[in-house]
């Protein structure tokens, strides 16, 4: 009987070590490309996640954003975000930036390398 609850255990903590693996709260990852196009080193762009809360934040390199996200394995649905309203000289990164956030359903994740997914391609890439 204890040979059987031990294999129990066993493979419940097994199942326990399955989650997707996701970045954890207080990582910033810059953004290094969008759409397939480098994006300049000190850009400013960055996101990073706050997985208690289920929240994402960051910068478009001109205005901050924040709103909620939804994980499901590797499902990652990212909800419209709030962002402030100031007026930068090139507007063209931030509004490639926020289409690329609506566009959003997965990620992958190796090393300090984030890459946000739409419908299976990568839409951007993020670095530690």
């Not at 309203?85 to 509004?95: F, I, N, R, S, T």
């Given at each position: 009987m204890r040979y059987i609850l031990s294999?129990?255990?066993l493979s419940l903590l097994g199942f326990?070590?399955?989650?997707?693996?996701?970045?954890?709260?207080?990582?910033?990852?810059?953004?290094?490309?969008?759409?397939?196009?480098?994006v300049p080193e000190g850009?400013?762009?960055?996101?990073q996640f706050d997985t208690e809360n289920k929240r994402y934040s960051g910068s478009t390199g001109c205005n901050n954003f924040n709103s909620s996200y939804t994980?499901?394995?590797?499902?990652?649905t990212l909800d419209e975000a709030a962002t402030t309203?100031?007026?930068?000289?090139?507007?063209?990164?931030?509004?490639r930036m926020l289409?690329?956030?609506?566009?959003?359903?997965?990620?992958?994740?190796k090393g300090t390398e984030l890459k946000l997914m739409g419908n299976e391609r990568v839409l951007a890439v993020f670095s530690e």
């Open positions: 294999l129990l255990i326990t070590g399955c989650k997707a693996p996701f970045v954890p709260t207080g990582t910033s990852y810059n953004l290094t490309q969008l759409f397939g196009q480098a850009g400013g762009a960055f996101i994980l499901k394995g590797k499902k990652l309203k100031k007026m930068c000289a090139d507007m063209k990164q931030e509004e289409t690329m956030l609506s566009q959003v359903t997965g990620f992958e994740q």
